[in-house]
T-cell receptor
Framework: GDSVTQMEGPVTLSEEAFLTINCTYT??????LFWYVQYPGEGLQLLLK?????DKGSNKGFEATYRKETTSFHLEKGSVQVSDSAVYFC?????????????FGKGTKLTVNP | DTEVTQTPKHLVMGMTNKKSLKCEQH?????MYWYKQKAKKPPELMFV???????INESVPSRFSPECPNSSLLNLHLHALQPEDSALYLC???????????????FGPGTRLTVL
């Protein structure tokens, strides 16, 4: 079945450092790809998404490009802030039974120190 | 507006109690979802409703009983739970696309459930 593999953390960075969180996927079709963020004690928030190859999703300084040739959707940010500390989940959509099922990676915990 | 609301925020219950979790969205989404999330794990899908009909049940024990009374509301009825059912329960909703598939899922803040 479809699956998502993302780099396991935790990741600890200093403020203003460059962030990359790797995500690769296995899918039989052409899924949409997502990054969700979960701040401590909260639900998941959609960070960005891409629906087809070469699409770039971006939001709040974060970017990720849908790379079909390498089956990847790596998350990047040029300069992280303390407020970016959270758990980041890469996910793909798997259409089954007429409804989309999200397949999540295991999550990467990011801590940004001042 | 991409808001999904959930009540209560926290719930503590005994193994003999009956309780319900509630989820509401007013975005006109026709697909709604229940997920269970254990600490330091990704969310696990439990149920999917599409147009108020149950379309996916991920082999969830019968002590969890979902209900979709209308297109804006989703309930999860709990009865005779076990301590290992303690988790964050997340609700999500999404729009149907023209092709019939569903779009991006928007999550609520969750209900933190503790079973004693």
């Amino acid at each position: 079945g479809d699956s998502v593999t993302q780099m396991e953390g935790p990741v600890t960075l200093s403020e203003e450092a460059f962030l990359t969180i790797n995500c690769t996927y296995t899918a039989t079709g052409y899924p949409s790809l997502f990054w969700y963020v979960q701040y401590p004690g909260e639900g998941l928030q959609l960070l960005l998404k891409a629906t087809k190859a070469d699409d770039k999703g971006s939001n709040k300084g974060f970017e990720a490009t849908y790379r079909k040739e390498t089956t990847s959707f790596h998350l990047e940010k040029g300069s992280v802030q303390v407020s970016d500390s959270a758990v980041y989940f890469c996910a793909l959509s798997d259409l089954r039974g007429g409804s989309e099922k999200l397949v999540f990676g295991k999550g990467t915990k990011l801590t940004v120190n001042p | 507006d991409t808001e999904v609301t959930q009540t209560p925020k926290h719930l503590v219950m005994g193994m003999t109690n009956k309780k319900s979790l509630k989820c509401e969205q007013h975005m006109g989404h026709r697909a709604m979802y229940w997920y269970k999330q254990k600490a330091k794990k990704p969310p696990e899908l439990m149920f999917v409703y599409s147009y108020e009909k149950l379309s996916i049940n991920e082999s969830v024990p019968s002590r969890f009983s979902p209900e979709c009374p209308n297109s804006s509301l989703l309930n999860l009825h709990l009865h005779a739970l076990q301590p290992e059912d303690s988790a964050l329960y997340l609700c999500a909703s999404s729009q149907e696309t023209a092709s019939g598939s569903t779009d991006t899922q928007y999550f609520g803040p969750g209900t933190r459930l503790t079973v004693l």
